[in-house]
Nanobody
């Protein structure tokens, strides 16, 4: 079974940076993934797409709200997905989730089968 374990997050001042990590395990020929993504959810709001990585094409796509500030990367050697966040804003405050897809990912949470446990990011002075 595919498992995603997240780390990182915390409290940061506006304009600061944070990096989230997501270690993936259990990927086999039976449990294969071809896309990964990051989502976030603020209290009282729906889960929101942040960005996605197509593992076959090695291409990324970001929500307009984070484009040019957030970067998704992957370390194949350690099976780790990263979300580097810079120029953080108070409106970036949310619980952040990594997710893995049996397809190529996408912008809908429904496209993802496996989810990390979530990590809190709070942007405040």
């Amino acid at each position: 079974q595919v498992q995603l374990v997240q780390s990182g997050g915390g409290l940061v001042q506006p304009g600061g940076s944070l990096r989230l990590s997501c270690v993936v395990s259990g990927v086999t020929n039976t449990f294969s993934i071809y896309g990964m993504g990051w989502f976030r959810q603020a209290p009282g709001k729906e889960r929101q797409f942040v960005g996605t990585l197509n593992l076959i094409e090695q291409s990324t796509y970001y929500d307009h709200a984070v484009k040019d500030r957030f970067t998704i990367s992957r370390d194949e050697a350690t099976n780790t997905l990263y979300l580097q966040m810079s120029r953080l804003k108070p409106e970036d405050t949310a619980m952040y989730y990594c997710a893995a897809s049996r397809g190529y990912g996408g912008t809908s949470p429904n496209s993802y089968t496996y989810w990390g446990q979530g990590t809190q990011v709070t942007v405040s002075s």
